[in-house]
């Protein structure tokens, strides 16, 4: 009999194969030597297409990188003051802080005669409190003891020196968190922004600001003796309240940063100075609201968005 014409033949369904069977030759086809669907060929070509894509992609964007970098100074932001995204108004900083299991809280809370409780609070200031240690610090060269109102020589700093001066709010003292009677110091400390200068308050430039008599008198007296260019800092208690139950208030070693620590250039070995606030005789078993505010001419205090300003509570069982 003749063979069929090539337009009479069919095409015959291939035999149905099971799940297993199906992944077998989809992982090797022994008959068209195609693994997972390609053959030997078809994978060297698509390997190479995406190895050149990407090798080209990588290359782009290290370029571009290199270019990015090239218009920065490790030294000097690009953007200052008004024109950067932290603006030109620094904020005060408070030391110790809350443990990270509570991010949001602002509450220092102790009881005095727990000695567990009291040394996370002294622990935390000892932590902070390192970078301030002149043997720690790997810029040590760089520091100068600074005389009062009077800048660093070219290439210095002026050192912050915590010695026995600061005494209780120095780590032989425990900072005063063990005291039967008198409270516990807290650090405060004004937020670095490169190139900030602070514009001083005199007898003048005061009369239209809100503050109280106390720190005016300070400040006249200040400027007779001719020692006023300083960045002036007081606490006290938000409410009522908190004015009664939080007692005397000190500041060591000056109730302000003076005029010698700026301003701040990204130097070596910089140190941002230090106000030690020691609440001598808070009311215990009371919650208190402290807010610490900066002064200077160009500080701008807004409460809501804690500008030139710093608000926590204490607590002591």
């Known amino acids: 009999m003749a063979d069929k014409k090539p337009e009479s033949q069919f095409y015959t369904r291939p035999p149905k194969l099971g799940k297993w069977e199906a992944l077998r030759i989809f992982l090797w086809n022994s008959e068209t030597k195609q693994f997972l669907g390609r053959t030997g060929g078809s994978w060297a070509k698509i390997l190479l297409f995406y190895l050149i894509f990407y090798v080209v992609l990588v290359g782009f964007f290290a370029a571009m990188l290199v270019v990015f970098f090239q218009t920065l100074d490790y030294k000097m932001p690009k953007y200052q003051l008004e024109k950067s995204l932290i603006g030109g108004n620094p904020g005060l900083g408070f030391r110790p802080m809350p443990s990270d299991s509570n991010v949001e809280s602002t509450l220092i809370w102790y009881k005095h005669s727990d000695k567990g409780n009291v040394q996370y609070w002294q622990k935390e200031l000892n932590r902070f409190l390192k970078a301030y240690n002149r043997s720690n610090n790997v810029h040590a060269d760089k520091l ?68 109280s008599p106390s720190l005016r008198t300070e400040i006249k007296t200040a400027q007779a003796n001719g020692q006023h260019q300083i960045v002036w800092v007081t606490c006290e208690g938000e409410n009522v309240a908190d004015v009664e139950h939080v007692g005397p208030i000190r500041y060591i070693p000056q109730k302000g940063f003076p005029s010698q620590y700026f301003p701040y250039v990204n130097q070596d070995g910089y140190l941002s100075p230090l106000v030690a606030v020691h609440f001598e005789k808070p009311k215990r078993g009371v919650l208190i609201n402290i807010e610490c505010k900066a002064w200077a001419r160009n500080i701008i205090h807004n409460r809501a968005e804690r500008r030139g300003s710093v608000h926590f509570e204490l607590m002591i069982d």
């Open 144 to 211: 100068e003891e600074c005389r009062q109102f009077q800048p660093p020589q070219p290439g210095k700093v002026c050192n912050v020196k915590i010695d026995h001066s600061w005494q209780p709010c120095i780590k032989e003292a425990g900072y005063n968190y063990e005291s039967k009677e008198g409270g516990p110091c807290i650090f405060l400390k004004l937020n670095r922004i490169y190139n900030w200068i602070p514009e001083y308050f005199n007898t003048t430039t005061m009369n239209s600001v809100d503050m």
